[in-house]
């Protein structure tokens, strides 16, 4: 049988915490095999509460916010967590970077993509990530790129929430029930230390997305995440 994988792509290193940590949980306790990217820590921007400390440097709050996103992905169950350093505010998306994403995609040939919104205006780093991760995708399916390589299917990608939806024009489409695998989702937000003022925030959000996703199905849900798919569902039945 064949391992089942997905990929996750970060622009900071707690993003993938708070916007994907429940499909992350889920899809772990299934047996899934989830590769997480953080191209940035999120030095520079993200970490105002580390940057408070007397004789804090970047470096150190680099090595804080690993060992963050490193308990975090541990209380999620991700098999491979991987963190590139790209910078931060802005983020440095370089050509061997590029290249370094397809390589990856055509290494694991993730089942499906969790990334970015497409916009964001208080966060510039998210909609370039996705912009980023999508065009990795597309090089990815090319059959001239690296022709000895087996060529990537076509994975759908889901877009995660962003932090204020309605200014980012993302509308989530898919809600997933991440009840069953909640107190890890909380269990890894709690490991993200520099940003504790989140907390609560997204607790409040997963509590949001579960009433909507049980408002539209016949099922009892407390907890959710909302997604936007990129492209069409390819379906057998409608049922």
Known sequence: MTEKTALVVSAHSADFVWRAGGAIALHAARGWKMTVVCLSYGERGESAKLWRQPGMTLDRVKVEREKEARAAAEALGVADIQFWDLGDYPIDLTQDAFYRLVDLYRAIHPAFVLTHSKEDIYNHDHPA??????????????????????????????????????????????????????????????????????WEYYTRVALQRGAQAARNSDKKITYGEGYQAVFPHVVESLA
Request: glycine letters at 4%; a negative charge.
């Open 129 to 198: 990530v996705t912009d980023f991760a999508q065009h990795a995708r597309i090089t990815a399916q090319a059959h001239g790129h690296n022709p000895h390589q087996k060529v990537l299917g076509a994975p759908p990608v889901f877009l995660f929430e962003p932090h204020q939806p309605e200014q980012c024009n993302w509308k989530p489409d898919v809600l997933l029930d991440i009840t069953p695998v909640w107190e890890k989702k909380r269990a890894a937000i709690e490991c993200m230390a520099g940003q504790e003022h989140l």
